[in-house]
């Protein structure tokens, strides 16, 4: 099992910028991926971004040049430093880890708002 916390969100202006993270906790040596997962109101959840343990990382093209993941191997935690915010950003930011078997875990989600 794995446990993942995420931290609070919260309100930004267009243009600003928040980081999330993340804080594994539980099997976390079975931990292949983590990510960031976003869902809007009436929308789908869909990816944001996700690392690999060897640190690839993969951006929605919604995201590229404006939102960087990264992680800390050794606070087991995921950040997700959001620049440059649009108010389309406005969602539930959840996380999300994938262990090597294929199982799925996330977390509660945090909501971001942006909006003036």
């Known amino acids: 099992q794995v446990q993942l916390v995420e931290s609070v969100g919260g309100l930004v202006q267009p243009g600003g910028s928040l980081m999330v993270s993340c804080a594994a906790s539980?099997?976390?040596?079975?931990?292949?991926?983590m990510g960031w997962y976003r869902q809007a109101p009436g929308k789908e959840r869909e990816p944001v971004a996700t690392?690999?343990?060897?640190?690839?990382?993969n951006y929605a093209d919604s995201v590229k040049g404006r939102f960087t993941i990264s992680r800390d191997n050794v606070k087991n935690t995921v950040y997700l430093q959001m620049n440059s915010l649009k108010p389309e950003d406005t969602a539930v930011y959840y996380c999300?880890?994938?262990?090597?078997?294929?199982?799925?875990?996330w977390g509660k989600g945090t909501l971001v708002t942006v909006s003036s």
């Open positions: 999300h880890s994938r262990n090597w078997d294929g199982i799925d875990y």
């Open positions: 539980g099997n976390i040596f079975s931990i292949s991926i």
């Open positions: 690392i690999r343990s060897g640190g690839n990382t």
